[in-house]
C-alpha cells in the first residue's frame, strides 16, 4: 500500500501530494497529447460530450481537459469521481473550472445508476489494483462507456524508477510524491504483463515512454445502453 493511500496517513503531506498532482502529471502522463489525438476528435462545439474520470484523486486531470475543450471553444462535461473522502474533499475544494462536477462514488455505483459517458477515463488507478477490482473496473468501464474508455497508468521499468527518484525529489520534500510514486512504478505493469491481464476486446498502446494507455472502443450501441462485445462471440466482456 502506498503511504497516501492509508487511512491514518498525515493530513498535511497529503494535501501537499494532492496539490502537486498537475506538476507531475503535465510532464509525465502525456494527458494533452491523449486529449488531442484521442478526445478533441469527438468533440464539437455543438453538442457536449460527456465524460467520466475514475479515481480522479485532486480533480487535476479532468481540470485540465475542461481548459483545454474550453479554449478550442468545444463542449465538454466532466464527472470527476473518487471513493476516497479525501480525494473528493479536495477536489471539491479546488478552484472551480466550468463544466466539472466532483462525487464521493465507485465506478459500480454509477454502473447500478444506470448512467452512460461518451469518454471514460482514469490516470494512475490501475496498478493499484489486484486481478479481481481490475475485472471490475473494466467490466464497469465497458457498461459506463458509449464511444471510448482510456486507462493511463504508469510502466514498469528500471529506467523510469531511476529517472522518477532523480527527477522528482524535490517534490517528495513535505508530500509522498516522490516515495509512492517509485512505490507505485514497481507496483505497475509492463505492457506485455497488462496485456496478458485485460480481456481480448481491449488494446494497450504505448503513450509515450513511460506510460501505456488501456482503450476500449465500443462497438454497439442498444438503446441508451452500450452492450459490451455485441456482435463479438466468444470475447470476453
Same mark, same amino acid.
Given at each position: 500500500?502506498?503511504?497516501?493511500?492509508?487511512?491514518?496517513?498525515?493530513?498535511?503531506?497529503?494535501?501537499?501530494?494532492?496539490?502537486?498532482?498537475?506538476?507531475? =502529471?503535465?510532464?509525465?502522463?502525456?494527458?494533452?497529447?491523449? +486529449? %488531442?489525438?484521442?478526445?478533441?476528435?469527438?468533440?464539437?462545439?455543438?453538442?457536449?460530450?460527456?465524460?467520466?474520470?475514475?479515481?480522479?484523486?485532486?480533480?487535476?486531470?479532468?481540470?485540465?481537459?475542461?481548459? /483545454?475543450?474550453?479554449?478550442?471553444?468545444?463542449?465538454?462535461?466532466? &464527472?470527476?469521481? *473518487?471513493?476516497?473522502?479525501?480525494?473528493?474533499?479536495?477536489?471539491?475544494? !479546488?478552484?472551480?473550472?466550468?463544466?466539472?462536477? +466532483?462525487?464521493?462514488?465507485?465506478?459500480?455505483?454509477?454502473?447500478?445508476?444506470?448512467?452512460?459517458?461518451?469518454?471514460?477515463?482514469?490516470?494512475?488507478?490501475?496498478?493499484?489494483?489486484?486481478?479481481?477490482?481490475?475485472?471490475?473496473?473494466?467490466?464497469?468501464?465497458?457498461?459506463?462507456?458509449?464511444?471510448? #474508455?482510456?486507462?493511463? *497508468?504508469? #510502466?514498469?521499468?528500471?529506467?523510469? +524508477?531511476?529517472?522518477?527518484?532523480?527527477?522528482?525529489?524535490?517534490?517528495?520534500?513535505?508530500?509522498?510524491?516522490?516515495?509512492?510514486?517509485?512505490?507505485?512504478?514497481?507496483?505497475?505493469?509492463?505492457?506485455?504483463?497488462?496485456?496478458?491481464? #485485460?480481456?481480448? =476486446? /481491449? &488494446?494497450?498502446?504505448?503513450?509515450?515512454? /513511460?506510460?501505456?494507455?488501456? #482503450?476500449?472502443?465500443?462497438?454497439?450501441?442498444?438503446?441508451?445502453?452500450?452492450?459490451?462485445?455485441?456482435?463479438?462471440?466468444? %470475447?470476453? !466482456?
Amino acid at each position: 500500500m502506498e503511504e497516501m493511500d492509508r487511512p491514518d496517513c498525515d493530513p498535511v503531506r497529503l494535501t501537499r501530494t494532492y496539490a502537486r498532482f498537475p506538476v507531475v =502529471n503535465s510532464l509525465l502522463s502525456g494527458w494533452r497529447r491523449t +486529449y %488531442e489525438h484521442r478526445i478533441r476528435p469527438l468533440m464539437s462545439g455543438s453538442d457536449p460530450v460527456t465524460l467520466l474520470d475514475v479515481g480522479c484523486g485532486s480533480g487535476d486531470v479532468a481540470r485540465s481537459l475542461a481548459r /483545454w475543450a474550453q479554449r478550442d471553444g468545444l463542449r465538454l462535461e466532466i &464527472t470527476a469521481i *473518487d471513493p476516497d473522502p479525501r480525494a473528493y474533499d479536495f477536489a471539491r475544494h !479546488a478552484p472551480h473550472v466550468a463544466g466539472v462536477t +466532483y462525487r464521493r462514488a465507485h465506478s459500480s455505483q454509477l454502473v447500478s445508476e444506470n448512467r452512460t459517458f461518451d469518454v471514460v477515463i482514469s490516470n494512475h488507478i490501475l496498478h493499484h489494483l489486484d486481478a479481481g477490482q481490475l475485472a471490475g473496473v473494466l467490466r464497469d468501464s465497458e457498461l459506463l462507456s458509449r464511444r471510448l #474508455v482510456l486507462h493511463n *497508468d504508469l #510502466v514498469r521499468s528500471n529506467i523510469s +524508477y531511476l529517472l522518477f527518484m532523480a527527477g522528482f525529489w524535490p517534490l517528495g520534500l513535505g508530500s509522498y510524491i516522490c516515495g509512492d510514486g517509485l512505490v507505485s512504478i514497481k507496483r505497475s505493469y509492463t505492457r506485455p504483463e497488462l496485456r496478458a491481464a #485485460v480481456p481480448g =476486446n /481491449w &488494446t494497450v498502446e504505448a503513450n509515450g515512454p /513511460w506510460h501505456s494507455l488501456l #482503450v476500449y472502443e465500443a462497438r454497439e450501441i442498444y438503446g441508451n445502453r452500450h452492450v459490451p462485445g455485441a456482435g463479438q462471440e466468444g %470475447e470476453d !466482456a
